[in-house]
């Protein structure tokens, strides 16, 4: 069986800025940090950021959202609200609206709420207000 998720790596093209970005504007704290690579203390999963090096890409583009790389990164919080009009007044408008989720099972209201955001180099950040799994 495989375990529950530990880790995700982000390739940046621009470590101050990114590092910037999820330290002041989203808050994550700092568990280590040299001059190509941010980890950030994120719960049970360790986010990292690496810069480019031999073993990542070695040409990042200007594309965003879904056409970067079909991923986003959802952080849980408590007040959806609060935390994305945190965000938008420090200038990362919320691409999505607060928006319902979906249900999987038709007709069911939605278990909680979502907004979405995109980082400095074009990545999905997404808040979520749901109540969280455990299993």
Same mark, same amino acid.
């Not at 950021?49 to 959802?74: C, F, H, T, Y």
């Given at each position: !069986?495989?375990? =529950?998720?530990?880790?995700?790596?982000?390739?940046? $093209? *621009?470590?101050?800025? !990114?590092? &910037?970005?999820?330290?002041?504007?989203?808050?994550? %704290? +700092?568990? &280590? $940090?040299? #001059?190509?690579?941010?980890?950030?203390?994120?719960?049970?999963?360790?986010?990292?950021?690496?810069?480019?090096?031999?073993?990542? %890409?070695?040409? !990042?583009? @200007?594309?965003?959202?879904? @056409?970067?790389?079909?991923?986003?990164?959802?952080?849980?919080?408590? *007040?959806?609200?609060?935390?994305? $009009?945190?965000?938008?007044?420090? #200038?990362?408008?919320?691409?999505?609206?607060?928006?319902?989720?979906?249900?999987? +099972? %038709?007709?069911?209201? =939605?278990? #909680?709420?979502? $907004?979405?955001?995109? *980082?400095?180099?074009?990545?999905?950040?997404?808040? #979520?207000? !749901?109540?969280?799994?455990?299993?």
């Amino acid at each position: !069986m495989i375990g =529950p998720l530990s880790w995700i790596l982000v390739y940046v $093209a *621009d470590i101050p800025k !990114m590092r &910037r970005f999820y330290e002041e504007v989203l808050g994550l %704290p +700092i568990k &280590r $940090a040299t #001059g190509q690579v941010v980890v950030f203390r994120t719960g049970a999963c360790t986010l990292e950021l690496m810069g480019n090096l031999v073993n990542g %890409p070695e040409k !990042m583009d @200007a594309a965003q959202g879904w @056409a970067r790389n079909k991923v986003l990164i959802s952080f849980h919080v408590t *007040d959806i609200h609060a935390e994305t $009009a945190k965000l938008e007044a420090a #200038g990362y408008p919320c691409i999505t609206g607060i928006k319902p989720t979906v249900s999987s +099972i %038709p007709g069911a209201p =939605p278990r #909680g709420y979502i $907004a979405q955001f995109i *980082d400095p180099e074009g990545n999905i950040i997404e808040f #979520g207000q !749901m109540p969280l799994e455990n299993d």
